[in-house]
């Protein structure tokens, strides 16, 4: 462990100590969810933590802020309106520690932090916005992958189509990463080769007329993927085409997308290492280019990822004529 010197001054006197950080297993991040009725926060408990600190504002105001041994906060009294949440697991409770003169402090004290937004509707309906980034391998300068889930608590979409702006380090609010949520989607990933995956904190907002949610994430250090290969290209008959690719160590997911030229024609996600289109696709004799995302995110679904990693065979494309 290290050992780290505090001093508290008020100007007139100062007062030190050393604080040693003993070795531990670090908390795991809270994994919170809205209630269907939208009225409450709720995780499952986290292992090692003693208390959850839940904050709900809306830009400068703080409409919730408590401490609790409970893993879950009441949000029902909240006015119409979009919401950044902050869940915390405590490896202690403050509570208990403020409410004698001479606490016995632990040996350590871990915090672990999930964001979300939130934006209630209709009751029963209430909208969570999820946001996690990180880093594209390409053969380059790693570029920066973003990954966005926005749901009701049910895990329906959220209806029509939402505007996304991300903001952060090498994002300033006069040019954020802007892209679009379809209608019907409850996720979607995107990623920018020009934009370095630089750690920080990055603000995500989503709108739709007048709804608007907002979140964050934090960017650390984020591990490279392989970039996919071993791409070949299959023509079963009936005008039908089959991709496959070699598995990439760390991936859960994979996006097989065709493109002619510089235009996009079609993609697919799919969770193993093979992606068929059906006859119709594709234009007969055109030839097309197929380009294979690997990333470490399910994008069909489980739990949202904290952080992402994704890699593309950007340079080194499979080809083929269609039948």
Not at 5 to 28: E, H, M, W, Y
Request: proline share 9%.
């Amino acid at each position: 462990g290290s050992t780290y010197d505090v001093a508290a001054s008020d100007g007139r006197a100062t007062l030190s100590a050393a604080a040693p950080l003993a070795d531990a297993t670090l908390l795991a991040l809270p994994e919170p969810g809205l209630a269907l009725d939208g009225s409450r926060l709720e995780w499952p408990a986290v292992a090692g933590a003693a208390a959850y600190a839940c904050v709900l504002t809306a830009g400068a105001a703080v409409h919730v802020d408590e401490v609790s041994t409970a893993p879950a906060c009441d949000v029902a009294a909240l006015p119409a309106g979009g919401y950044a949440a902050s869940v915390e697991a405590l490896s202690a409770d403050p509570d208990a520690l403020s409410s004698v003169a001479e606490p016995e402090f632990p040996a350590r004290f871990d915090v672990s932090r999930a964001r979300l937004g939130l934006l209630p509707r209709d009751a029963g309906a209430p909208l969570v916005l999820r946001a996690a980034a990180g880093r594209l391998d390409y053969g380059l300068a790693p570029g920066l992958a973003v990954w966005v889930g926005l749901a009701r608590a049910d895990g329906v979409a959220g209806g029509g189509t939402w505007s996304v702006e991300v903001t952060g380090p090498n994002l300033p609010a006069s040019d954020p990463l802007r892209f679009t949520l379809p209608a019907n989607f409850t996720r979607r990933m995107v990623w920018a080769y020009d934009l370095p995956p630089d750690p920080g904190l990055y603000t995500v907002t989503a709108r739709s007329g007048t709804d608007a949610v907002t979140t964050q994430l934090a960017i650390g250090a984020p591990g490279p993927l392989a970039l996919p290969d071993g791409i070949s290209i299959q023509k079963p008959g009936s005008g039908a085409v089959k991709v496959t690719w070699n598995a990439v160590p760390g991936a859960r997911s994979y996006l097989a997308a065709a493109w002619l030229g510089n235009a996009y024609v079609t993609g697919q996600w799919v969770d193993g290492t093979t992606a068929s289109f059906p006859a119709g696709t594709f234009t007969t004799g055109v030839t097309y280019d197929v380009y294979v995302t690997a990333t470490d995110a399910d994008m069909a679904g489980g739990t949202p990822p904290t952080r992402v990693s994704a890699s593309e065979n950007s340079y080194a494309p499979a080809s083929f004529v269609a039948p």
